[in-house]
């Protein structure tokens, strides 16, 4: 029996001449009197000076806009399709007292938080481009070597379909690099007028309101490239799908946090795209971290009566979802279905969050190699990564002879049916098994026997650092890669992957990526140091950006990683008068037999 229904990150930093600076999240509440919105458990952050607010009568009626005049409140956007609005208190009140005041309005159906959710994923150290979880030779990605077989049969799944372009796919998150040469042929383009946008765009920007979803963090290009990079066109990678339609429906800032209005607008779009006449079938959504949200809840319900299917990250807590919620991926509805993410032996990754009742099925999401900004390639880890191997089988499915009329439940059900069983996933989601496309396809033989396999011509090797700035949730670095032999294309066998020789190195992890702490209380964090390559030299350890009054402490100081990680607990320990807010956080790990590092 299957049921639907995350939150958090962890974040790995790649060594730069010795250094590494790993970016954590951390997020300070005010601790509040029960009753508050807070009474469902801990204080979830939400942006402090906005409501939704759903009306029992449609948004156009004069009545209702009275009543946002009496509270003095000003409307920031309406959300048409759950007849709501998005609201800017006015004057000293909390949210707690809107919420009350709102409630006491016989227009009002519920008002809630504007809650702030975050992508889920992060990248780990960069090797050459193996795509295991599409095929699963054994290969060794990440200092891991696989399972043959621990994979989604995709290989297989391509002997019957490789996609086809009347299929949309609408990707949830921070947007899409529309310009990177291996999503481009693959990016859906506006007719026209399409919720006022114009021809030749390809989606739509929530928290500018406008129609330019570029992507600033890297998360939702990582994310597309796995649904459907372009296949055969001697570049890069290749995507569950060769070819697709890939909606961008920007809603997470370059941070890669977002709003659950927000969220609501991008799905919006979604929704009138369909409305209007756009095939629209899957939606990715590879965030969480928010609490209930009535309103994001019927959202998802909108879009599941205009056949949309919702597909969402489980998390990266290594928690339970029965027990601890985590939505969206806990939310009950039918177009629902959430991922948990697996490794390349077939194992629940040690960072996904699992449950039999809210977490559907396992998908890979360990060592994913995928497209992000301004052309380049990273491996990125986390239950993000799963959800678009189940959002780009959803569509490949469709795109099968004879199968691109199934209702959202046929689809749904056709991947739950057709998992692998795995024993790591046995008791920890609801199938008890791993994604496997090529039985949800009707005429795919399941042997091991590739028919059809993409070309791809490696990059030029580079690496890079973003900004301090630029995401609290991960550190991207662009894939290294080895010269190629003579010819422009190859067949990524085991036979004929170069052979690369790194120098010595170390990567860096926090694990949680991100807490909340009330202020005057404290938290940890693990900090693991893992060696690569013979790396055998202490770090020391650092922090920067914590907010006033905050304190930090590392135990030990200095570390020395080890291939299987050495761990530094961190401490942080806030002060009463420190104020609430959300905090990127700064660790750098320095060689400290390197003069001046």
């Known amino acids: 029996m299957f049921r639907n229904r995350n939150r958090q990150t962890m974040n ?62 000003q409307k920031i956007r309406d959300l048409p399709n759950i007849q709501g609005r998005l609201v800017r208190l006015s004057g000293n009140r909390t949210v707690e007292q809107a919420i009350q005041e709102y409630r006491r309005d016989p227009n009002v ?21 193996q795509l295991w979880g599409l095929k699963n030779t054994g290969q060794t990605v990440g200092g891991l070597a696989g399972t043959p077989g621990a994979d989604i049969k ?21 947007g899409v690099d529309y ?45 597309s490239g796995t649904i459907g990079a372009a296949g055969n066109n001697a570049l890069g990678v290749v995507g569950v799908n060769w070819q697709t339609q890939i909606m961008g429906l920007k809603f997470l800032d370059s941070t890669g946090s977002g709003t659950t209005a927000n969220a609501i607008a991008a799905i919006d779009f979604a929704i009138t795209a369909k409305q209007a006449g756009v095939n629209i079938r899957v939606l990715n959504n590879s965030w969480g971290g928010s609490g209930f949200s009535q309103a994001l809840l ?40 959430c991922v948990a993410a697996t490794d390349q032996n077939d194992n629940l990754a040690s960072f996904s969050n699992y449950g039999t009742g809210a977490v559907d099925l396992g998908a890979p999401g360990y060592n994913i190699l995928s497209t992000i900004r301004n052309g380049g390639y990273a491996y990125f880890s986390g239950t993000s990564m799963a959800t678009p191997h189940v959002t780009g089988s959803a569509a490949l499915i469709l795109s099968a002879p004879g199968q691109g009329s199934l209702t959202v439940d046929q689809l749904r059900n056709s991947i739950l049916k057709s998992v692998d069983p795995i024993p790591s996933l046995a008791g920890k989601v609801g199938t008890g098994g791993r994604l496997n496309v090529c039985k949800a396809i009707p ?40 010269t190629p032999p003579s010819t422009s294309t190859f067949t990524p066998l085991p036979t004929r992957v170069p052979s690369l020789v790194p120098a010595p190195d170390f990567v ?46 590392f135990n030990p100081s200095s570390v020395t990683p080890t291939p299987n990680g050495a761990t530094s607990i961190l401490s ?13 956080l700064t660790i750098t790990g320095k060689d400290a037999n390197v003069p001046g590092m």
Not at 302 to 311: P, R
């Open 298 to 337: 019927d959202e998802i319900n909108k879009a599941g009566t205009n056949g949309i299917l919702f597909v969402a990250a489980a998390g990266n807590n290594a928690t339970n979802n029965d027990a601890s919620p985590s939505y969206p991926c806990s939310y009950t509805a039918a177009n629902l279905i």
């Open 443 to 482: 005429g795919c033989s399941n042997a091991p026997s590739p028919t059809r396999t993409p070309t791809w011509t490696p990059m030029p090797a580079s690496t890079f650092t973003p900004p301090p700035t630029s995401s609290p949730t991960f550190v991207a670095t662009r894939s290294p890669t080895a």
């Open 179 to 223: 310009m990177h040469t291996d999503l481009a042929a693959n990016m859906w383009n506006n007719p026209g007028n399409i919720s006022g946008c114009a021809a030749g765009t390809h989606g739509y920007n929530a928290i500018t309101k406008s129609c330019d979803s570029m992507d600033d963090n890297n998360h939702g290009t990582h994310v």
């Open 508 to 553: 860096i992890a926090a694990n949680p990526g991100s807490r909340m702490i009330p202020s005057g209380a404290s938290a940890n964090y693990n900090v693991i140091l893992a060696a690569r390559n013979g790396y055998n030299s202490p770090v020391a350890l650092s922090i920067s950006g914590l907010p006033a009054g905050a304190i930090a402490q």
């Open 109 to 129: 159906l519920y008002a809630e938080p504007n809650y702030i959710v975050y992508a889920f994923g992060a990248p780990t150290d960069p090797q050459y481009p």
């Open 12 to 73: 790995l930093g790649r060594r730069l001449s010795r250094a590494i600076f790993l970016l954590i999240v951390l997020i300070l509440t005010l601790l509040v009197k029960s009753g508050d919105v807070s009474a469902q458990g801990p204080r979830l952050p939400y942006v402090n000076d906005q409501l939704i607010v759903r009306y029992r009568v449609n948004i156009g009626d004069l009545s209702i806009a009275d009543s946002i005049t009496r509270q003095g409140d």
């Open 572 to 584: 942080i320990t806030t002060a009463a008068t420190t104020p609430a807010g959300t905090w990127a």
């Open 154 to 174: 995709a290989e297989q799944a391509w002997a019957v379909t490789t996609g086809s372009s009347s299929i949309v796919v609408g990707v949830v998150d921070s």
